[in-house]
């Protein structure tokens, strides 16, 4: 479920440009979601139709971020979460991309720290950050650092992130914690668990172990680049999350269109599995009872055919 956040206007929409502030005029500043989380993909196919090399696609698309970033943080957007480094691109891409893409990433937190702090930006990160190059996991530290005092968005970046590698983390945390206690209690995990631990395993508390524990669920997911899949991203986490695909890809996508899919995300009925306002409990209670419902069955459907089918 969302969390409810006491709407103020953001200080900093003069900063938007003539065309954002167009769109945002547009939205409902009460309902601007608490967490936008994007599928950044297309660098490659945009530098393939520029025949360029795919390096340049990147290096386009570490633009994209910013603009994106900036535009958040003028409506005051409390979290932006971007896939940047998957697990798989790690595992499966060149090495010379892959060298590239580390490179590109430690250049981008240089080159934009002050930028960052000058938009009240936080930086973040989620993932098994701790297989990265040693010399980018202290870039990436310094720039949590730099940040840390910001009050605005924050910005995490996926990084050697796999949703599936997460949950499997999680219950490792949780499995861990558990051993931990019953060291300290001077106890057998057997015994925990019949002391009632293991009914205490809950959503929750398999939630507070995930990596997105300081933050709420994404309520909007973004992908840019046409492709309807969810690539094995906070797969936990989006479980009621709204989906908005674009075909543009994603060094062509900038902040305008971010406000272009929280204006579509606005004019969506969210229910959480519930009823929204035209399915109200006044319509229910005029509903046929269930066994005049099984009644009216019985007379239109016809056994014999049912039975010879």
């Known amino acids: 479920m969302p969390v409810q956040a006491t709407h103020r206007v953001p200080s900093r929409l003069h900063e938007l440009s003539a065309e954002e502030q167009t769109v945002y005029r547009q939205l409902d500043p009460t309902k601007i979601p608490q967490h936008v989380a994007i599928i950044m993909d297309g660098n490659g ?3 393939g139709k520029r025949a360029l090399k795919r390096f340049l696609g990147h290096q386009q698309g ?8 900036e535009t958040a943080s003028r409506i005051d957007l409390p979290f932006l ?3 940047a480094f998957s697990l798989e691109n790690n595992l499966r891409r060149p090495k010379a991309e892959v060298s590239f893409l580390m490179k590109l990433l430690k250049s981008y937190l240089i ?3 002050k930028r960052m702090n000058d938009n009240n930006v936080r930086m973040a ?7 990265l190059p040693q010399e980018v996991q202290e870039t990436m530290q310094w720039a949590a650092e730099s940040t840390a005092k910001n009050t605005g968005t924050v910005l995490t970046l996926a990084l050697n992130y796999g949703a599936r590698s997460e949950i499997v983390d999680a219950f490792r945390k949780i499995l861990t914690d558990l051993t931990t206690e019953a060291h300290t209690r001077g106890c057998s995990v057997e015994d925990l668990l019949g002391a009632g631990a293991l009914d205490s395993l809950d959503e929750p508390s398999i939630s507070r172990a995930l990596y997105t524990a300081h933050m709420p669920d994404p309520d909007l997911i973004i992908r840019t680049s046409g492709e309807q899949r969810i690539s094995n991203f906070l797969l936990w986490q989006i479980a009621y999350s709204e989906i908005f695909v674009t075909d543009r890809l994603w060094p062509d996508f900038r902040g305008i269109h971010l406000l272009e899919a929280l204006l579509n995300y606005q004019g969506r009925d969210r229910r959480y599995g519930g009823l929204n306002d ?3 409990d006044e319509k229910i209670d005029t509903l046929e009872s269930v066994s005049e419902l099984e009644t009216e069955i019985a007379t239109e459907l016809n056994p014999h055919e049912l039975t010879r089918h």
């Open 278 to 280: 035209t399915n109200s």
């Open 111 to 113: 080159g934009n720290v």
């Open 62 to 69: 570490a633009e994209s971020v910013q603009y994106v970033v």
């Open 125 to 131: 990160y989620i993932g098994r950050t701790h297989d």
């Open 45 to 47: 196919r945009w530098a």
């Open 81 to 83: 979460t971007l896939y």
